[in-house]
């Protein structure tokens, strides 16, 4: 089983950027598609964007409309995501999670697709 931790979250304007990170432990790591979701109270966890294996493809929410980046460095057992232009409405609790080691690499993009989750890290953006 593999051990998440998100951390980069906090509070930023509407306009501004944070870098969400996620450390991974556990093994394994470069075998596992990984992704980045959000979720605020009342509503159910949210796909942002999911990226392969190897890192050299990655998927978007159509809601993240060029405003996000998702990344990994598999020699650091990292994903990152990289938030510009942040909203208001980008308030939520944003969450890392990894698919099982497998052999395929194709994407995931529903929670239901991920094995193991972070603990998640807060994004406040104010008005």
């Known amino acids: 089983q593999v051990q998440l931790v998100e951390s980069g979250g906090g509070l930023v304007q509407a306009g501004g950027s944070l870098r969400l990170s996620c450390a991974a432990s556990g093994g394994a790591f470069s075998s596992r598609v990984m992704g980045w979701f959000r979720q605020v109270p009342g509503k159910e966890r949210e796909f942002i964007a999911g990226i392969k294996k190897s890192g050299g493809y990655t998927a978007y929410a159509e809601f993240t409309k060029g405003r996000f980046t998702i990344s990994r460095a598999n020699t650091k057992n990292t994903v990152y995501l990289q938030m510009n232009s942040l909203k208001p409405e980008d308030t939520a609790a944003y969450y890392c999670?990894?698919?099982?080691?497998?052999?395929?690499?194709?994407?995931?993009?529903?929670?239901?697709?991920?094995?193991?989750w972070g603990r998640g890290t807060q994004v406040t953006v104010s008005s």
């Open positions: 999670a990894a698919t099982a080691p497998r052999l395929s690499d194709t994407f995931v993009t529903t929670a239901e697709g991920f094995s193991s």
